[in-house]
């Protein structure tokens, strides 16, 4: 009997140190990581990365300019939800009530549509998109819209890979919003390719 009771101590003493050694090496860790270590200073910075599509064409990856304004992600579905736009035009809020809020553009009376804004470059040129946003109808698209003169314009709306290329120089409309790639499309089945696409 002795013999179990001093084995069974032996044992508790084994697993006392192991929680022991475990809580002093994680205290360890957690010391080091937040007063010994420095994390290296990120630096944002122009980059060239691989087109995966096509090797041979450098593709440079723009940096987000200051006057690219952000929105938390604005979903308006309604001219009240407007305020929730920061940092845009009237015109613009105007030509987003007008072009699709009050039409419900896609939908019937089933389903009520929103319009999802991103981001706004110099005024002049958005990115977003539109969805669903009471009812269960299917859909959605990302967007691009831009100034004309003095008229906002949807200049493309799509479910593929990327923006239609020509629109998008028709337009010269910046890769800080459409993004590096776009897509040629050579027929009416959408069916296309993919290509770099820079444009400041």
Same mark, same amino acid.
């Given at each position: 009997?002795?013999?179990? !009771?001093?084995?069974?101590?032996?044992?508790?003493? =084994?697993?006392?140190?192991?929680?022991?050694? #475990?809580?002093?090496?994680?205290?360890?860790?957690?010391?080091?990581? $937040? !007063?010994?270590?420095? #994390?290296?200073?990120?630096?944002? @910075?122009?980059?060239?990365?691989?087109?995966?599509?096509?090797?041979?064409?450098?593709?440079?990856?723009?940096?987000?300019?200051?006057?690219?304004?952000? $929105?938390?992600?604005?979903?308006?579905?309604?001219?009240?939800?407007?305020?929730?736009? @920061?940092? *845009?035009?009237?015109?613009?809020?105007?030509?987003?009530?007008?072009?699709?809020?009050?039409? $419900?553009?896609?939908?019937?009376? &089933?389903?009520?549509?929103?319009?999802? *804004?991103?981001?706004?470059?110099?005024?002049?040129?958005?990115?977003?998109? !539109?969805?669903?946003?009471?009812?269960?109808?299917?859909?959605?698209?990302?967007?691009?819209?831009?100034?004309?003169?003095?008229?906002?314009? &949807?200049?493309?709306?799509?479910?593929?890979?990327?923006?239609?290329?020509?629109?998008?120089?028709?337009?010269?409309?910046?890769?800080?919003?459409?993004?590096?790639?776009?897509?040629?499309? =050579?027929?009416? $089945?959408?069916?296309?390719?993919?290509?770099?696409? =820079?444009?400041?």
């Amino acid at each position: 009997m002795k013999k179990h !009771f001093s084995q069974k101590g032996s044992m508790e003493a =084994t697993i006392m140190i192991c929680l022991v050694l #475990a809580l002093i090496t994680a205290l360890g860790w957690i010391f080091w990581q $937040n !007063f010994v270590h420095k #994390a290296p200073d990120i630096k944002a @910075t122009e980059t060239s990365v691989v087109n995966k599509k096509n090797p041979d064409i450098p593709q440079k990856q723009v940096e987000l300019k200051q006057d690219v304004k952000f $929105n938390p992600v604005a979903v308006v579905s309604s001219k009240s939800d407007l305020s929730k736009l @920061t940092d *845009v035009s009237d015109d613009f809020k105007e030509f987003i009530n007008t072009k699709y809020l009050e039409k $419900n553009v896609g939908y019937g009376t &089933e389903c009520q549509a929103g319009i999802m *804004v991103e981001r706004v470059y110099k005024q002049s040129f958005a990115l977003g998109g !539109f969805g669903v946003v009471k009812g269960e109808c299917a859909g959605g698209a990302r967007m691009i819209w831009a100034k004309s003169g003095t008229t906002w314009i &949807e200049v493309d709306s799509t479910q593929n890979a990327g923006f239609d290329c020509a629109k998008l120089k028709k337009y010269t409309f910046p890769s800080v919003l459409a993004g590096n790639e776009c897509s040629v499309y =050579t027929n009416s $089945n959408n069916q296309g390719s993919v290509q770099a696409y =820079t444009q400041e």
